[in-house]
């Protein structure tokens, strides 16, 4: 232990911007973003799938409301949606009356509303995109076995089309977490506002900036790789045989 | 006309920021992406690591991260230049870097990368058998290219490149981040300034909204056009 702190500080000797407080600001960002991007993605899923199923339903009425919400928060950008988030909640008449204030008051829970919702608009059409190319014959077969609508969805749709859905999915999570960026435009201290506060103090752009560019990249890699193994497992009946 | 307390012109003319820059850097996007297409199928070893990085680093990092790199650290960068020049050389140039400029080159920057790969599945998709018959008729590697390889591949790309303009036109919001007063900022002031958010920040989303359905409506007809010959599919 001792020897990994004494080649800490060698390694951070003579470095005025790269101090233990500093990397402690990043560490706190890298929390913050990890948090925030992994919160709103759950919540996003959680939102989504019942949300995809409406928006594939053959009801105009069910299907065309939804439409309507993914139109409209994946037509305007996501910094806007966090600014009518975080400036708009507090005119929702009464709130500040409510439990609901201390929580809302915070700028973490406006952006964490602002992503879910930005997110769950577009992987409900990620989803729907892999629901409606279920095959034919799928149904069909479900159909003949006389299953339920609800039952062929658990047991036919919905396992074939997450996996279909995967690699598109995870470009939405490296999205997610690249677009987390713009929470420090709200005061958040998370990666990129610990690299911001970090360049206001020493006035040292390419240190700050690059630094925290490089811990991107390595996140991104890491979903990438991750993503990829999830489809190496789940999408093994998709792969060429090797003879 | 349209007067929102005041804020009317000025939130029209950060619409026209928004606009110009949005299209500026399109523009340098598509050059970009042309080349980089161009470095990643070239035989020469060099080139293509080179376009394999950029494209990798770029789509690696946020873009509000490569905008305040460029933005904070580019004055900076340009300076120590010019102080280079002076010293060496005695060349005395001041070059101010101003804040549109840095938008419009890390958002062409960001999305030259997007680009490259959209193009790069598109030339690939157009048929070999057309570039020899275009060098079989005797026509030199530009000729092939402008009335062979461009068209047919603008036909495959043209899906790709009307998804990522969708994304540059909202990536452009974050520019008001880094002190452009496009038509974000000047509704985020507005809104603080009047407490009243909506009023400004729901006419700015229904902008938005109304460019990227326009240009979905001129994507379409740009399928229309290039899809001549192949029965408009």
Same mark, same amino acid.
């Given at each position: 232990?001792?020897?990994?702190?004494?080649?800490?500080?060698?390694?951070?000797?003579?470095?005025?911007?790269?101090?233990?407080?500093?990397?402690?600001?990043?560490?706190?960002?890298?929390?913050?973003?990890?948090?925030?991007?992994?919160?709103?993605?759950?919540?996003?899923?959680?939102?989504?799938?019942?949300?995809?199923?409406?928006?594939?339903?053959?009801?105009?009425?069910?299907?065309?409301?939804?439409?309507?919400?993914?139109?409209?928060?994946?037509?305007?950008?996501?910094?806007?949606?966090?600014?009518?988030?975080?400036?708009?909640?507090?005119?929702?008449?009464?709130?500040?009356?409510?439990?609901?204030?201390?929580?809302?008051?915070?700028?973490?829970?406006?952006?964490?509303?602002?992503?879910?919702?930005?997110?769950?608009?577009?992987?409900?059409?990620?989803?729907?995109?892999?629901?409606?190319?279920?095959?034919?014959?799928?149904?069909?077969?479900?159909?003949?076995?006389?299953?339920?609508?609800?039952?062929?969805?658990?047991?036919?749709?919905?396992?074939?089309?997450?996996?279909?859905?995967?690699?598109?999915?995870?470009?939405?999570?490296?999205?997610?977490?690249?677009?987390?960026?713009?929470?420090?435009?709200?005061?958040?201290?998370?990666?990129?506002?610990?690299?911001?506060?970090?360049?206001?103090?020493?006035?040292?752009?390419?240190?700050?900036?690059?630094?925290?560019?490089?811990?991107?990249?390595?996140?991104?890699?890491?979903?990438?790789?991750?993503?990829?193994?999830?489809?190496?497992?789940?999408?093994?009946?998709?792969?060429?045989?090797?003879? | 006309?349209?007067?929102?307390?005041?804020?009317?012109?000025?939130?029209?003319?950060?619409?026209?920021?928004?606009?110009?820059?949005?299209?500026?850097?399109?523009?340098?996007?598509?050059?970009?992406?042309?080349?980089?297409?161009?470095?990643?199928?070239?035989?020469?070893?060099?080139?293509?690591?080179?376009?394999?990085?950029?494209?990798?680093?770029?789509?690696?990092?946020?873009?509000?991260?490569?905008?305040?790199?460029?933005?904070?650290?580019?004055?900076?960068?340009?300076?120590?230049?010019?102080?280079?020049?002076?010293?060496?050389?005695?060349?005395?140039?001041?070059?101010? =870097?101003? &804040?549109?400029?840095? !938008?419009? $080159?890390?958002? *062409?920057?960001?999305? %030259?990368?997007?680009?490259?790969?959209? +193009? @790069?599945?598109? =030339?690939? &998709?157009?048929?070999? !058998?057309? $570039?020899?018959? *275009?060098?079989?008729? %005797?026509?030199?590697?530009?000729?092939? +290219? @402008?009335?062979?390889?461009?068209?047919?591949?603008?036909?495959?790309?043209?899906? *790709?490149?009307?998804?990522?303009?969708?994304?540059?036109?909202?990536?452009?919001?974050?520019?008001?981040?880094?002190?452009?007063?496009?038509?974000?900022?000047?509704?985020?002031?507005?809104?603080?300034?009047?407490?009243?958010?909506?009023?400004?920040?729901?006419?700015?989303?229904?902008?938005?909204?109304?460019?990227?359905?326009?240009?979905?409506?001129?994507?379409?007809?740009?399928?229309?056009?290039?899809?001549?010959?192949?029965?408009?599919?």
């Amino acid at each position: 232990m001792l020897d990994i702190s004494a080649w800490f500080n060698d390694l951070l000797a003579g470095n005025l911007i790269f101090t233990p407080t500093t990397l402690g600001y990043y560490w706190e960002g890298l929390v913050m973003t990890t948090q925030l991007v992994f919160l709103s993605l759950v919540a996003g899923l959680v939102l989504a799938v019942p949300l995809a199923i409406m928006r594939s339903s053959k009801h105009k009425w069910i299907s065309l409301p939804i439409y309507f919400y993914t139109y409209i928060f994946r037509g305007t950008p996501l910094l806007i949606q966090l600014y009518i988030i975080y400036y708009g909640v507090v005119f929702i008449d009464g709130i500040q009356e409510t439990f609901f204030w201390p929580i809302l008051r915070e700028a973490f829970y406006p952006a964490l509303i602002a992503f879910t919702l930005n997110t769950a608009a577009y992987t409900t059409e990620i989803f729907r995109g892999a629901i409606k190319a279920t095959s034919k014959g799928e149904i069909e077969a479900a159909r003949a076995y006389g299953m339920s609508q609800s039952l062929m969805m658990r047991r036919i749709i919905m396992p074939s089309a997450f996996r279909r859905a995967l690699p598109a999915y995870g470009n939405e999570v490296i999205f997610m977490l690249h677009a987390s960026a713009i929470a420090s435009v709200v005061t958040l201290m998370d990666l990129t506002g610990a690299a911001r506060f970090v360049y206001a103090r020493f006035y040292a752009p390419f240190d700050a900036f690059l630094f925290v560019a490089a811990i991107y990249l390595c996140l991104t890699f890491a979903i990438l790789y991750f993503f990829r193994f999830l489809e190496k497992k789940l999408l093994a009946h998709l792969r060429p045989q090797n003879t | 006309m349209l007067d929102l307390q005041g804020y009317g012109p000025r939130l029209i003319e950060g619409a026209g920021v928004t606009i110009q820059l949005a299209v500026l850097s399109l523009i340098l996007a598509i050059i970009l992406g042309l080349l980089t297409a161009t470095a990643k199928m070239s035989r020469n070893w060099f080139l293509r690591r080179t376009a394999t990085v950029y494209t990798t680093v770029i789509r690696g990092v946020p873009d509000l991260v490569l905008m305040m790199l460029l933005f904070f650290g580019g004055q900076i960068g340009v300076n120590a230049i010019s102080d280079m020049l002076y010293y060496n050389y005695e060349i005395d140039i001041y070059i101010n =870097f101003n &804040a549109f400029a840095a !938008g419009v $080159i890390t958002i *062409g920057f960001i999305f %030259g990368a997007y680009m490259g790969e959209t +193009f @790069r599945g598109a =030339f690939m &998709a157009v048929d070999n !058998g057309q $570039i020899e018959a *275009g060098k079989a008729y %005797g026509m030199s590697n530009a000729l092939v +290219f @402008r009335r062979i390889r461009f068209p047919q591949m603008m036909r495959h790309a043209l899906p *790709g490149l009307s998804n990522n303009w969708m994304v540059l036109l909202k990536t452009t919001a974050l520019v008001s981040v880094i002190g452009l007063t496009d038509m974000v900022r000047v509704a985020a002031e507005a809104s603080r300034a009047t407490h009243e958010p909506f009023a400004f920040l729901l006419p700015v989303a229904a902008v938005y909204l109304l460019i990227a359905s326009v240009s979905e409506w001129i994507f379409v007809r740009l399928q229309k056009r290039y899809d001549i010959g192949f029965g408009g599919q």
